[in-house]
């Protein structure tokens, strides 16, 4: 028996046995199988999954800072790589500061400097796809409440309530999965918001704009 290594998933073979030996060469009749498509994985230690959304863009099963899908990881302000506990205008690093998307720029993308490999900060138009694409459940998984993230495959994501981070303390922590984007908002005219998803308790999402000083937790794509 022979084995075939290294296929790539969701793609036709075709294959023939042959067998040499001193009166020539003789083959088999020709066969063909698909392999399966690879709809979960590793990256760099970190697991994915594939939703099944129209981008094809892959979303991680944990926050940045947690160990397991139902942890709320850390808080990190916009544009920052570094948690903290406390979140004021004066000690935010990006607020008033002139600064695009950027997604995959581990000097401002904390999933990329902490992750590595090609892992990033959603953009808004992504989380905008998630939020448009898949069917949206509040849920408690352990004792987390949150957002189970269905896509259009049937596999899913959980989103663990975290609310956002404001001076010292924690807003709406049982009742709000809050999560940054790497994209600025400048609808209000100045270089002090962001934008970023939150789904509620009443099974939506919602795409919003905050100040860049406030405390989020992040979900690589």
């Known amino acids: 028996m022979a084995e075939i290594k290294d296929l790539m998933p969701n793609t036709k073979y075709y294959v023939r046995a ?3 030996n001193s009166a020539g060469v003789a083959y088999s009749d020709e066969m063909s199988f698909t392999t399966e498509l690879q709809t979960s994985g590793v990256l760099n230690g970190y697991e994915w999954v594939d939703l099944g959304l129209p981008s094809g863009l892959k979303w991680a099963t944990m926050n940045v800072g ?3 899908p139902d942890e709320v990881g850390s808080y990190y302000a916009w544009g920052e ?20 998307d950027f997604s995959g720029n581990p000097e401002y993308d904390v999933a990329a400097a902490s992750w590595g490999a090609t892992w ?27 957002c189970k993230v269905t896509g259009p495959n049937g596999n ?13 303390a924690i807003d709406f922590i049982d009742s709000e999965a809050a999560y940054w984007t790497s994209t600025p908002d400048t609808s209000n005219g100045d270089m002090g918001y962001a934008s970023f998803i939150y789904f509620c308790n009443n099974n ?18």
């Open 18 to 20: 042959f067998a040499v």
């Open 66 to 68: 947690a160990t397991e």
């Open 81 to 100: 790589i570094k948690a903290k506990d406390e979140f004021y205008a004066d000690n935010s690093l990006t607020y008033g500061m002139p600064l695009g």
């Open 120 to 146: 990033r900060m959603p953009t808004e138009a992504e989380v905008i796809e998630l939020k448009d694409n898949c069917i949206l459940e509040w849920t408690v998984i352990g004792i987390t409440p949150g």
């Open 156 to 168: 899913h994501i959980f989103m663990p309530s975290g609310g956002f981070a404001t001076a010292t």
């Open 204 to 221: 939506y999402a919602h795409r919003g704009w905050m100040c860049r000083y406030v405390g989020m937790p992040v979900r690589p794509v």
